[in-house]
């Protein structure tokens, strides 16, 4: 499987269901829509149509709205403007543009003679000559084709907007109606601006997490707080290598993952990363080494801006960025990286010191997977930060939290309802790793549970487990306790000839009969009629072996094939279900075994 995710922007060239379930085929985990483009109606037309799709495929897709903050833009025009080099141009508040005067969304205040105007990524740049009020007057240092609605960027000075434009609060109200899974904010400068956006969700009455968008060097300045402040964070290199010189843009980038990285924060790597693919069917050398370094840096998930909102093969940019990754993943150079990353848990965390052991018990049980039973995500979060060798199955009640966990490293989100105790919670975890198809039965699994406040007598536990991933063959009533593993015998009549000694039978609907083999070659006795005496019962008893009644098998279950039998829970499994670590004897695996345990911490 992949671990870093992939984020898509959602445009004119993909926002149709059915490109919407052709990216999630390919391998979208999160639905990016940017705000400063289309209308908060669409928004909402496009987040239906992204539910619909999440509801009929098994892997989740998340909804990010991208809220465009109080960004300056270029007016909208019908044709591309010429700005001519050594020109003289005025930026004004209105909604049109011409060679010479430049309209904006808003004036900028606070610029003063000397200071930078960029425009469109800095593909034009323009220095200030004089002001006059709301009106600025520069002279253009490197012209270029203008079209509508470009940013506007002035390194180094605070323009006097709010953070929070009447065009947010509209698109946070969409965000709320249709419970969207992220907000990303813009240009935030300090944790304050973080708490800021989420007191107005907490407003409208949503609980949605907030992803900080570092861009402006305020931010990186203050990323610590921002971080702590925010759900996660996005690396946001466009306007970022405009506002801060170029060249510092990659040690900044990775400074900030590797940060992320360090607190167990999401932290998603975005813009222009296979930016010729907007038209191109394939990307060039340096955009899939620019892929793969942030995956190698350690990146929860990459991004795609144009290439899928508005390019011409969004389905194969998708394709392309999952080779891209898939093969770094795979290689011995990311496995060292990644083993030479591991951060120290939280002193005062008890849940990330379970986190952190489970990813080094994973390794030295030979676990197949770790599962992670959490109601509001954290333990699956935490459990991430670690980068575990293995996938984290992430089993949680919740549809929402299900949903944010697609943007986590490493995790595969389930959905599975409240249990009513710690056995069911473990068969449910189980079943988790078998359903998603990372773990086979008779494999062995590292449980970790940081949750279930509904779940008698481990509401204040964090517990970490080693168990045993078994499939259900079928299922039925006690009559004689205990455990057996031996090959399967099907049988109509009690004409079975010899058997190998530890032999389970399996009785069908239409038996009659009495045994006609050696009685202490059976090691116990599955019947798929229902009762507790007869001939059967009778056997098992005195011979004290396992037998549960009215458990039929289904036609799969093959004569021969390993099972255990389960008689104190009722339950047939399908393998040989008992296991020795032979290395130390440090651990001894039967059904399964209490590795640790301490208060949980939510």
Known sequence: MRSAKIVCTLGPASDDRETIRALADAGMSVVRLNASHGTPEHRKTVIERVRTVDAEI????????????????????????????????????????????????????????????????????????????????AHVNTGGTLGGRKGVNVPGVNLDIDLLTETDRQELQVAADTHADFVAASFVRTAADVY??????????????????????????????????????????????????????????????????????????????????????????????????????GTDAVMLSGETAVGENPVTVVDTMDRIVREVEESRE???????????ATDSSRTEALARSARYLARDVGASAIVAASESGYTARKTAKFRPGVPVVA???TDRVRRQLALSWGVIPTYAGYVGDVERMMQDAVDAALNAEIAASGDT??????????????????????????????????VVGGRAVGPLIRTHSGSI?????????????????????NLHSIGGIVDARSGMTGYPALVARELDIPMISGAPLPPEAESGSPVTLHAERGIVYDGDLTHTRENDGDYRISDHSVVSSANQEH
């Open 58 to 137: 098994e892997s989740p897709v998340a909804v990010m709205v991208d809220l465009q903050g109080p960004e300056v833009r270029t007016a909208p025009v019908e044709e591309p403007v010429e700005i001519s080099s050594d020109s003289t141009v005025r930026f004004t508040e209105s909604m049109t543009a011409s060679s010479d005067i430049i309209g904006l969304s808003y004036p900028l205040t606070g610029v003063s003679v000397g200071d930078a105007v960029l425009l469109d990524d800095g593909r034009i740049e323009t220095t200030v000559t004089a002001v006059n009020g709301d009106d600025v007057s």
């Open 196 to 297: 800021e956006i989420s007191d107005a969700l907490d407003g409208l009455g949503v609980d949605i997490p907030v992803i900080a968008k570092i861009e402006r060097a305020g931010a990186v300045e203050n990323l610590d707080e921002i971080i702590d402040a925010a759900y996660g964070v996005m690396v946001a290199r466009g306007d970022l290598g405009v506002e801060m010189p170029l060249e510092e843009v990659p040690v900044i980038q990775k400074r900030i993952i590797r940060t992320c990285h360090e607190t167990g924060t999401p932290v998603i790597t975005a813009t222009e990363m296979l930016d010729s693919m907007v038209e191109a069917r394939r990307p060039t050398r340096a955009e899939a080494s620019d892929v793969a370094n942030a995956v190698l840096d």
């Open 334 to 344: 990311y496995s060292e990286v990644q083993k030479q990353r591991i951060p120290d």
């Open 395 to 397: 089993k949680t009640p």
């Open 445 to 478: 699994i590292v449980v970790l549970s940081g949750m279930m406040t509904e779940l008698e007598g481990t509401n204040t536990t964090n517990m970490l487990k080693v168990h045993v991933a078994a499939e259900t063959i079928t299922t039925g009533r006690k």
């Open 497 to 517: 000839g010899e058997i190998d000694s530890g032999s389970i039978l399996a009785l069908e609907q239409d038996f009659e009969g009495e045994f006609d083999t």
